[in-house]
């Protein structure tokens, strides 16, 4: 997996070069992946398909933009890593931050990596920014701040070891229904 990850960074450095931004959104599309609403309230946040040579995200419209970013960047990773995956007949419900399988995991770190760039987080780590503080300025879940944090650790940055485990179940307690969730921050 080591070299699994290495690969996952060095890719979302050459996509963000190539697009010329992070937006998971204007990749998507320009990776000519079709961005479809769910049209009913749902309690998925997104998905990602493969039909007839055509890609596809689905996504809940009615969740928060910094949720939906989220979504999107992962939904992205499965676009770049799962294509063969999501080509099979079975309609599959991806769970974001659930790490037991490696298939989750390696669209969390690519999300991670996605939206938070090292060098500005690093100024943020030396101003001594709290984890609750830095998912704050990133827009993202504290939970992605744990998965980007513990890649940096490995990597080799001057950044303490963490002494907590991000929270595996955190998109599965997410209802897409429910408009409180807009607040989660």
Known sequence: MN????????DVQKLIAHHGTRDPRTILEERNVKLIPFKESTKLLGM????????????????????????????????????????????????????????????????????????ELMEYIREGRCYEELASIFNVNINLMFFKLNEMYRMGYPI??????????????????????????
């Open 160 to 185: 303490n070891r963490l002494d907590v485990t991000c929270n595996s179940k955190f998109f599965a307690d997410i209802d897409g229904t429910d408009t409180s969730n807009h607040e989660i921050y």
């Open 3 to 10: 070299q699994q990850r290495k690969m996952i960074y060095k």
């Open 48 to 119: 990602y398909k493969v039909f007839k040579r055509n890609k596809f995200v689905f996504y809940n419209p009615f969740i928060d933009e910094r949720i939906l970013n989220m979504v999107l960047a992962h939904e992205l990773g499965h676009d770049i890593y799962h294509q063969e995956l999501a080509k099979k007949e079975d309609i599959i419900e991806y769970e974001l931050f659930n790490i037991t399988t490696s298939t989750e995991l390696e669209a969390n770190l690519f999300a991670s990596h996605l939206l938070i760039d090292d060098d």
